[in-house]
């Protein structure tokens, strides 16, 4: 399931975590990491499995519920114990590697267990994202560009061209691997959306699926850039369910409604754009 936004909210605020599900984003992303104080960790864990347990009704008819857990190996293994058995959409792991992924996945139940993503954060995770991107049981990845930034010691311009090398590495692994595409990384600036708009632009020319935010300001906008317009879901449906007829009839290519040759390589991206009108919807719905 294809998510257009996904808003982080630090664990340990309960006031926040209350009014999270109603800030119009796709996804929750609940934090027990960067935004929570070493001393904090314990009492934030058992917060969030506190709330995550008092939600009630139809999970379908609210934002999906994530969490990132901690990197750090103590931390971690405490949040994994307090995760299982909740009802999850999904868990982020940080500095994420395959090897990292799979013990996660395997703590929290194997076949059974919430979807596990992966933020690509550290130069590691760069070399070998072919690995990590077929790693079994990954949802997507994500990108952690503050700290890839810090880093290799980069210093993006205004149009980030600095930055579009990684995330196509990334964009291409996801494809490769055959999972969902990748989840753009947070802009810390919540106040600039001229700026944001900008950027979440081009991650989706680049075959972004959605991007976290950290302010509910931001939510709006980036739904807004990732959601179709009324034209393009026509014009994918229309390319999709010709080819699906073809396919029916035993034809393996067919033309558009402009004599243009399509096949299954081309409809894909209209199955993509149908992705992002579905989550638009699910929104709408809830709404």
Known sequence: ???????????????????????????????????????????ARAMVVEWVSSLAGDPRTRAEVWVRINATPQWRAKDLRALVGLDLDGVIVPKASAELVIEVNRALGGDNAPRVAALVEDAQALVTLATLAA??????LGMGEADLRAQLHLDPGQHEAELRPLRLAVMVASAA?????????????????????????????????????????????????????????????????????????????VTDADGRMVDEAVARQARHTLGLAAAAQRHDDRG
């Open 177 to 253: 691997a055959g999972i969902q595409p990748p989840v753009g990384a947070t802009s810390t600036d919540f106040r600039d959306l001229d700026t944001l708009r900008a950027s979440t632009t081009r991650l989706r020319r680049l075959g972004f699926a959605g991007r976290t935010a950290i302010h509910p300001r931001q939510v709006a906008v980036i739904n807004e850039v990732f959601t179709p317009s009324e034209n393009e879901i026509a014009d994918a449906r229309n390319l999709v369910d010709r080819l699906d007829t073809a396919t029916r009839d035993g034809m393996g290519v």
């Open 1 to 43: 399931m294809v998510n257009r936004s996904w808003l982080y909210v630090p664990g340990d605020a309960r006031d926040m975590l209350d009014g999270a599900l109603a800030r119009g984003a796709d996804a929750v992303i609940v934090d027990l990491e960067d935004s929570i104080a070493p001393a904090a960790k314990d009492a």
């Open 135 to 140: 790693t079994p049981g990954l949802s997507h």
